[in-house]
């Protein structure tokens, strides 16, 4: 109590000291002068300091910058109140907000779809802070974005498993989509990670890679901000830092092996090595592309202008065909006797790839020798 009150004591020293100051100084939220009392408030969107007058300290707070709210807000329906500024970023339909979430994992696949996909078993759906309030008194919620955005479980139905994802409305465009990609690495994790595995992952580290993915996805689209809010936050205490040196330091398929078969329950600050440290089961091919090629005698080649070399077997695989390394779907050009050829890849198996010739629209299998 005495440290307490010692810090009390400096800090109202400071603030007495500061009032002399306040001449030039205006309130941030209502623009008048103050010339009495005032308050520091921290805006949580940009982490800039406000003066705020005795009068304006008194209003409702937004609930998201945390600001007081004066002219121009809006109070929910559940009781928040949102800020002119915020309440113009503001995701406040339901279906729209089903539609990010939608292209969020979309843009997810796309983003990492050198190392793993993200699962498709996942029904969205949209709460308010009541729902938020009463779902948390309810066991079997156990995983929660930061400040309870939204929340992800697991459901078994008919012996089918998917996922129901909740997302909170009234939440500004970026960190509804950071929210859902977080909410969305919860449930590959629940896809990829055995159970025995989940068990050994500390929450905080589940919690660090999730948002990882959310980092990563807000660093792809230019969103520095919210970049800065996610390491801001201390909701993974420390966790997403040492994700994020682990991924620039060895790349996001280093991070899914660890996820997968690491020896460690977390990982330690400045430690981004541990990240390798995993046992992985005899005869599973991990994230980490493995090449798979033909062994024994090479035979005659057939009369075929395509040659299959090898398979990169990860998710999605890669085919290499005549020096080329190519994705399902990707489109590529070949050179065969002096003239090219446009080619698609229409399927990879782990001994086959099914392309398209896209000059004569005839289709073709390539094999690897040794099957």
């Not at 400096?10 to 100051?21: F, P, Q, R």
């Not at 075929?304 to 050009?333: C, R």
């Not at 446009?342 to 086959?352: A, D, G, H, P």
Request: charged share 20%.
């Amino acid at each position: 109590m005495q440290g307490v009150g010692r810090c009390f004591f400096i800090a109202l020293m400071a603030v007495n000291l500061a009032v002399s100051s306040l001449a030039q100084n205006v309130c941030a939220i209502c623009g008048k002068p103050i010339t009495g009392t005032f308050y520091l408030v921290t805006d949580q969107i940009t982490g800039e300091q406000k003066f705020v007058c005795s009068n304006c300290i008194l209003l409702p707070r937004c609930f998201i910058c945390g600001l007081p709210v004066k002219n121009g807000g809006e109070q929910l329906p559940d009781g928040r109140w949102l800020c002119a500024r915020d309440l113009q970023t503001a995701v406040l339909d339901a279906d729209t907000a089903r539609q990010v979430a939608g292209e969020v994992r979309d843009e997810l696949d796309r983003l990492f779809s050198r190392d793993t996909s993200f699962p498709t078993n996942v029904e969205v759906n949209v709460i308010d802070r009541v729902d938020v309030d009463s779902m948390f008194q309810i066991v079997g919620n156990e995983f929660e974005s930061p400040n309870l955005l939204g929340c992800i479980r697991p459901v078994t139905d008919g012996g089918k498993k998917h996922y129901e994802m909740s997302l909170l409305t009234g939440l500004p465009l970026v960190e509804l989509k950071a929210t859902a990609a977080h909410e969305f690495s919860h449930a590959w994790v629940g896809e990829n990670v055995s159970p025995g595995r989940h068990a050994r992952i500390a929450r905080d580290a589940e919690e660090g890679f999730c948002e990882l993915v959310a980092y990563l996805l807000m660093d792809s689209e230019g969103e520095e901000g919210q970049k800065q809010f996610i390491l801001r936050n201390h909701y993974t205490r420390g966790q997403v830092q040492c994700f994020i040196a682990a991924e620039q330091r060895f790349g996001f398929d280093e991070v899914l092996d660890w996820m997968k078969y690491g020896d460690g329950s977390r990982l330690d600050d400045g430690q981004p090595e541990e990240i390798r440290d995993v046992t992985v089961p005899a005869g599973v091919v991990t994230a980490s592309p493995a090449l798979y090629a033909g062994v024994g005698a090479a035979p005659v080649k057939p009369a075929s202008s395509l040659e299959l070399q090898g398979i990169l077997w990860g998710n999605p695989p890669v085919a290499i065909i005549n020096n080329h390394s190519v994705f399902p779907n990707d489109q590529f050009q070949v050179d065969i006797a002096g003239k090219e050829m446009s080619v698609r890849c229409l399927e990879i198996q782990t001994n086959f790839v099914r392309v398209q010739n896209l000059d004569s629209g005839q289709e073709e299998e390539l094999r690897l020798w040794n099957n």
